[in-house]
């Protein structure tokens, strides 16, 4: 990678990565992503998570805030994402601040869920906590079935995303956040281990969107 061919906007880039990396058979999954974040006692945690979404307002996910995670992110919200396109020889890390995203966002992301994944969000009421065992959460989910039957069972419910799909309603202890970066590193590996780290950083950070001015830094391997 040379400075010069960067576009200006790294969003722009990552678009163009993101493509190269749903195009290729090997990825399977190309918006999981590695979720660092730390608690109030800087105690660091990691987990994979699905990217369901980014653009200037940044880059957008959905979990249980029950969870370690939204509980880090309650007392400490900053995180670290890491985008590991292996195959690629290529990697993407985003660093920023995080903000829980409005109820009506996460309602229309919860009713394009397939159903049994709703279902799942409900029985997983207190995620992280122990559990006795699997049998007592499978149980849990058919109970929950029985109170809300499958809508394909019904020829006339709209299917999973349309307008009036409440079968599943959303759970209070459910929602999603968006990490607004303030440096995104493009890692690209190369012979000899003399890899390409060309990191986009917001000056000044915390710059909204289209607003943000970025400069690009190159980092030794």
């Given at each position: 990678?040379?400075?010069?061919?960067?576009?200006?906007?790294?969003?722009?880039?990552?678009?163009?990565?993101?493509?190269?990396?749903?195009?290729?058979?090997?990825l399977p999954e190309p918006n999981a992503m590695v979720l660092a974040t730390a608690s109030a006692e800087a105690?660091?945690?990691?987990?994979?998570?699905?990217?369901?979404?980014?653009?200037?307002?940044?880059?957008?996910?959905?979990?249980?805030?029950?969870?370690?995670?939204?509980?880090?992110?309650?007392?400490?919200?900053?995180?670290?994402?890491?985008?590991?396109?292996?195959?690629?020889?290529?990697?993407?890390?985003?660093?920023?601040?995080?903000?829980?995203?409005?109820?009506?966002?996460?309602?229309?992301?919860?009713?394009?869920?397939?159903?049994?994944?709703?279902?799942?969000?409900?029985?997983?009421?207190?995620?992280?906590?122990?559990?006795?065992?699997?049998?007592?959460?499978?149980?849990?989910?058919?109970?929950?079935?029985?109170?809300?039957?499958?809508?394909?069972?019904?020829?006339?419910?709209?299917?999973?995303?349309?307008?009036?799909?409440?079968?599943?309603?959303?759970?209070?202890?459910?929602?999603?956040?968006?990490?607004?970066?303030?440096?995104?590193?493009?890692?690209?590996?190369?012979?000899?281990?003399?890899?390409d780290r060309l990191r986009y950083r917001c000056v000044p950070p915390g710059?909204?969107?289209?607003?943000?001015?970025?400069?690009?830094?190159?980092?030794?391997?």
């Amino acid at each position: 990678m040379a400075e010069t061919t960067l576009p200006a906007d790294p969003l722009d880039l990552f678009a163009a990565w993101f493509a190269d990396a749903a195009g290729l058979a090997a990825l399977p999954e190309p918006n999981a992503m590695v979720l660092a974040t730390a608690s109030a006692e800087a105690s660091p945690s990691i987990r994979t998570v699905l990217l369901k979404g980014y653009g200037q307002d940044g880059f957008r996910f959905f979990t249980n805030l029950t969870s370690r995670k939204a509980r880090d992110l309650a007392a400490n919200p900053r995180a670290a994402l890491v985008f590991p396109w292996h195959s690629m020889h290529r990697q993407v890390i985003v660093d920023g601040p995080v903000a829980e995203l409005p109820r009506e966002e996460v309602a229309a992301y919860f009713r394009t869920r397939p159903y049994g994944s709703r279902l799942g969000a409900w029985a997983s009421e207190h995620q992280s906590a122990v559990i006795e065992g699997r049998e007592g959460l499978e149980r849990r989910w058919a109970e929950l079935a029985r109170r809300w039957p499958d809508p394909a069972t019904r020829p006339d419910a709209p299917q999973a995303g349309e307008e009036g799909d409440d079968t599943v309603p959303l759970p209070d202890f459910w929602g999603g956040f968006r990490l607004v970066p303030e440096s995104i590193e493009f890692w690209q590996g190369r012979p000899n281990r003399l890899h390409d780290r060309l990191r986009y950083r917001c000056v000044p950070p915390g710059t909204p969107g289209r607003d943000a001015v970025w400069r690009v830094e190159r980092l030794s391997p």
